[in-house]
């Protein structure tokens, strides 16, 4: 186990990576946004660039190559690539993940086989957890590893894979015991280029063509011992790990769009002029872009207060679910209301409210509908207060 890096060391760390990440979104990812949803995909060099300009293993230990940051200072840093492209910045932090979860829960021959090259963007990685049948019901999926004297076979369809149109490696959790239910989920690091695992062209969704997402279907595809990474049991409990620090960065997603919505709503109001005067002085302007900008204090300090819980080695079941549900809507509502501020200008792919629109819907589903959150924050209340119902 590597020692997480001291607090100090995490704070310089962490002001040095979000000065890059800020610079990174400004002078690389904006311009190229709207060319990337036109094209319909974002280039594989991009993950190779962000690599190359610093954003390399944001959580991966220091030790491993990676920037060492803890969650609450990652956080900052996905705010900030998310106010230039969010899908982008998602499909990059679920590389980042699948990196950290190589180098953190590898094996030396996981970590010598694939750890470089992920660091360096060159192999790219991808989560392979939802299925057709099985979005937030993580613990009913289907996909089947059977175990053989020689490794496993896999059978099986994952879906709405971030990343799934040109990732390199494959986390896939699957079930290797029916009859045990959740302790039977395993997961396996599978090389996309395995015979038997294919991939679907990238999803046709206007305005999030930066997600990569397709689906990923294995069909009798052979995995040795050295592919397996998590042992059955083992699968559930860090897909479940890694579903609320998801939903906490999903919250961190919503404030950078939202961030990046007002300050375009502002801008373009100061300076577009009707009936003789800044729009930005009319009350019918001001006020709801002062109620953007309160949802977007409310929706940083949920998200914080989820990091920092998850810094703390907590599971922050409860304060992600708040997080995440949040922030969701508020990023939904509150471009909506920017975009209004601006009229028509708003839909132009010059600016980025109208892809911010699309991905601040898709955060609603994204690690968890906004009802299931609902479910989590519920099933809290009921425990806090002692209530059960039978």
Known sequence: ?????????????GGGVLVTARKFAETYIAPKASAWEREGAVPRRAFEDAATAGLRGILVPNDFGGCGLGFTEALEVLEALAGANAAFAFALWVHNNATNTVARSGTDFHRNAYLEDMLKGSHIG???????????????????????????TLNGTKSWVTNGAQADILLVFAQTN?????????????????????RTPAYDLPGAAAFGLSDIIFEDCKLSEDDLLL??????????????????????????????????????????????????????VQWPLADVATDL??????????????DRG??????AAHAKKFASRAAFDGVSNCMQAMGAAGLRDTYPLSRHLVTAKMTHFLDGTTEIQNVVIARALMAQHGIKIE
Request: net charge negative; charged share 20%.
């Open 1 to 13: 186990m590597v020692s997480p890096p001291r607090s100090g060391d995490k704070v310089a760390a």
């Open 126 to 152: 991808a989560f392979c957890l939802t299925e057709p049948d099985a979005g937030s019901d993580a613990a009913a999926i289907t996909t089947h590893a059977e175990r053989h004297d020689d490794g496993w």
């Open 178 to 198: 029916p009859g045990a239910g959740v302790l039977g989920i395993a997961a396996f690091l599978v090389p996309a280029d395995r015979p038997g695992a294919n």
């Open 231 to 284: 042992q059955p049991g083992e699968g559930f409990r860090a897909a479940m790990a890694g579903i609320n620090q998801a939903r906490t960065f999903v919250g961190a997603l919503c404030c950078g769009m939202l961030g990046s919505s007002l300050e375009t709503a502002l801008k373009y109001a100061a300076s577009r002029s009707a009936f003789g005067k800044s729009t930005l002085e009319f009350q019918g």
């Open 297 to 310: 204090e409310a929706a940083r300090l949920l998200t914080r207060h989820a990091a920092e819980a998850l």
């Open 314 to 319: 907590e599971t922050a079941i409860t304060p």
